[in-house]
C-alpha cells in the first residue's frame, strides 16, 4: 500500500500538483490509471510514489514491496546477461552464484570441519532459493519474457547485446516476475508502471492486459493505450495542468470519460457565461464613461470584466497544444544519404549484415522488423551515432540530418531546456529560440528546468523541438509518438503529413505510418527492400 500526505510537486518553480490530505492513496485491488495532459507531472508524481525522488513537502507511506517500471529505464550493468537480471528480482541470481560457489567448495575441500561448513552453508542457501521458487524460477521467468515477445535465445545475451525496447522489455519482466503468482512471488506488490506498453507488440499487450487484471497487489499505470486503460482500471487519478489538483474518481475508465466529458460541457457553459457577461460589463462601462460622475463605477466595471476574462485565460491553458511543424528543409542533391553493405554485430552475434539503401530526396521510407532486428541500431548508425562492423555511410550534395531518438539520447539532461535548444540550433537568435520554445510550450522559469526532470512527452517535445530548428532534409525518426497525450500525437502526425523533406520512420505506431504515407519499406534483419503496402500496418503493430 501507498499513501501520500499533503503532496506538493514541483518541477523547478513550477508547482505541479498539491493534494491535500491522504487523497492519493492505492492499495491492492485499486488498479488506478494516471492521467492529464503531457506536463501535468504524472511521471513525476509516480518516481515520487517510487521512492526514486522526493516531494516538495508532504510525505509518502511505503507498505509491501513496489514494483516501479520507469518511462526510460537506465540499466546499471550492462553486461549482465538478460535472464540473470530478470532472475535479480528476488535475488536469485546472486543466490544461485553462492550455490555454484559452495558445491565447489564441498567438492574441494579436504578437511572434514571445513567440508561440513559448506554442507551446511549449502543447505542454508538451498532452503533459502527454494522459498523464493528457485527451482521453477528459470522457467517462469522465460514463460514471461516470451509472453513479452522475448524468445529465449535474448535471454542468454547481455543487456549491451540487446535494443533499447529488448532492455525495456526485460526491466518490464523482472518487475512482473518478483510480483507473479509463481512458488516465492509476491501478488500483493504494488507495481508503478510508466507507459508500460512501449516496445511490445499486439499479443504482448494482449497478454500484459490480462496478467494486470488478475494481478491482487495495488495498480497505478501511466499509458495512452485508451484499450489497457478501459480494461484495466478501475479508479482514475487525474493530474489538472491548470489547477495543480488530482481529481479522485473511484470508478472505471468509461464512466470517467462520461464524468470528464460531462463536467467539460458544464465548465464550456460557464465560460461562455462569463464570456457574456465579461462583454456586457465592458458595454456598460463603455455608456459610463462618458459622464463624469459615472467614472469611477465605469472603471471598476472595467475591471472586474478584465478579472473575469483573465480568470477564463487560465482556464484556456488545459486547451494549449504544441505547434509541431518540422523544419523547411535545406536543399540538397537527388540523393542526400547512400548506405552500402552494412552490417552490424554485437560479440559474436550478428544484428543485420549487408544492407543498402538510397534515401531520395523528400522520400518517405518505414523501417520495420520484429522486436531485436536492429531497426534503431540502423537508424543510429545512419545517423552517425553508432558505428556499423563493415559497409559505409555516404552523404550526398547538402545533406543535413535531424535524429530523433526514441530514448530521448540526443538531449543532455543535465542541463536546461534553454541550453539544450541552444546547443541544437547555435547560430540561431535568442528570439526565435523563444518563440520556438514557446511554440512546443516551453515559457517562463520552465526554459531553466533540467531536461531530465521533464517527463516522456515533455522530453519528446524538446527533441521535436530540436528538429524544427535544424533545416535538416533527411529525418530520421525512431518511435516519435511515444509518451505523447492524444492532441500532442495529432500535432506530430500533422507534421509528417506536410513535412517536405526526406523521412526514415521506425514506429510501433500505425496512425504514424499512415500519415507519413511512405512509399518504401524496409525489412529487418535482411535489408529487403519493397513498395509499401497497406498490408504492412498490420506487422507494425505484431512487429
Request: aromatic share 4%; hydrophobic share 40%; net charge negative.
Amino acid at each position: 500500500m501507498i499513501t501520500a500526505t499533503d503532496l506538493e510537486v514541483r518541477a523547478g518553480v513550477r508547482t505541479l500538483l498539491t493534494a491535500p490530505g491522504p487523497a492519493l492513496r492505492v492499495q491492492g485491488g485499486d488498479r488506478i490509471g494516471l492521467v492529464g495532459r503531457n506536463g501535468a507531472g504524472k511521471t513525476t508524481t509516480l518516481r515520487i510514489l517510487a521512492g526514486e525522488s522526493d516531494p516538495y513537502a508532504g510525505s509518502i507511506i511505503r507498505s509491501g514491496d513496489v514494483g516501479y517500471l520507469p518511462q526510460d529505464p537506465r540499466e546499471g550493468d550492462l553486461d549482465v546477461l538478460a535472464k540473470d537480471r530478470v532472475l535479480s528480482a528476488r535475488g536469485l541470481d546472486t543466490l544461485i552464484k553462492q550455490l555454484e560457489k559452495q558445491q565447489l567448495l564441498m567438492a574441494e575441500v579436504v578437511d572434514e570441519a571445513e567440508r561440513d561448513r559448506a554442507v551446511t552453508k549449502y543447505g542454508q542457501l538451498e532452503e533459502r532459493f527454494s522459498s523464493l521458487g528457485g527451482y521453477v524460477a528459470e522457467s517462469e521467468a522465460a514463460r514471461i519474457c516470451n509472453s513479452l515477445g522475448l524468445p529465449d535465445r535474448v535471454l542468454a545475451q547481455s543487456l549491451r547485446t540487446l535494443s533499447g525496447g529488448q532492455r525495456r522489455r526485460i526491466e518490464l519482466a523482472r518487475i512482473l516476475f518478483a510480483a507473479s503468482d509463481g512458488s516465492g512471488g509476491r501478488s500483493e506488490t504494488t507495481l508503478l508502471l510508466d507507459e508500460p506498453t512501449n516496445h511490445l507488440d499486439a499479443d504482448s499487450i494482449t497478454w500484459l492486459r490480462g496478467f494486470l487484471q488478475s494481478h491482487d497487489g495495488g495498480l497505478i499505470v501511466i499509458s495512452h493505450d485508451v484499450e489497457l486503460l478501459a480494461d484495466v482500471v478501475n479508479r482514475v487519478w487525474f493530474l489538472d495542468a491548470v489547477r495543480g489538483e488530482a481529481d479522485v474518481y473511484n470508478m472505471g475508465w468509461q464512466k470517467y470519460l462520461d464524468a470528464r466529458s460531462t463536467d467539460e460541457q458544464r465548465r464550456r457553459r460557464e465560460r461562455a457565461n462569463a464570456e457574456k457577461k465579461a462583454g456586457a460589463l465592458k458595454m456598460q462601462a463603455a455608456k459610463l464613461g462618458a459622464k463624469a460622475t459615472k467614472a469611477v463605477a465605469a472603471q471598476n466595471m472595467v475591471k472586474r470584466a478584465e478579472k473575469m476574462m483573465a480568470e477564463l485565460d487560465a482556464v484556456r491553458v488545459s486547451d494549449k497544444v504544441a505547434h509541431i511543424r518540422f523544419p523547411e528543409p535545406a536543399s540538397c542533391g537527388k540523393t542526400p544519404l547512400m548506405a552500402e553493405n552494412l552490417t552490424k554485430m554485437y560479440g559474436s552475434l550478428e544484428i543485420f549484415t549487408g544492407v543498402d539503401l538510397a534515401i531520395d530526396r523528400g522520400s518517405r521510407v518505414v523501417v520495420l522488423g520484429l522486436n531485436g532486428a536492429g531497426k534503431t541500431t540502423l537508424l543510429r548508425i545512419l545517423a552517425g551515432v553508432e558505428t556499423p562492423e563493415a559497409g559505409s555511410i555516404v552523404p550526398g550534395h547538402g545533406l543535413k540530418i535531424g535524429y530523433f531518438a526514441q530514448e530521448h539520447d540526443t538531449l543532455d539532461d543535465h542541463a536546461s531546456v534553454w541550453d539544450n535548444i541552444r546547443h541544437a540550433a547555435p547560430d540561431a537568435g535568442e528570439q526565435d529560440l523563444r518563440s520556438l520554445l514557446g511554440a512546443f510550450m516551453f515559457t517562463g522559469p520552465q526554459l531553466e528546468q533540467p531536461a531530465g526532470t521533464l517527463s516522456g512527452g515533455e522530453k519528446t517535445r524538446l527533441a521535436l523541438a530540436g528538429l524544427v530548428s535544424s533545416a535538416a532534409n533527411v529525418l530520421l525518426l525512431d518511435e516519435p509518438t511515444n509518451n505523447l497525450d492524444p492532441i500532442s500525437r495529432e500535432q506530430v502526425l500533422d507534421a509528417l503529413r506536410s513535412y517536405k523533406g526526406a523521412v526514415v520512420l521506425v514506429t510501433h505506431d500505425p496512425g504514424a505510418a499512415d500519415a507519413l504515407s511512405p512509399e518504401r519499406v524496409i525489412l529487418l534483419p535482411d535489408g529487403t527492400e519493397d513498395h509499401w503496402s497497406a498490408d504492412y500496418l498490420e506487422l507494425i503493430q505484431l512487429a
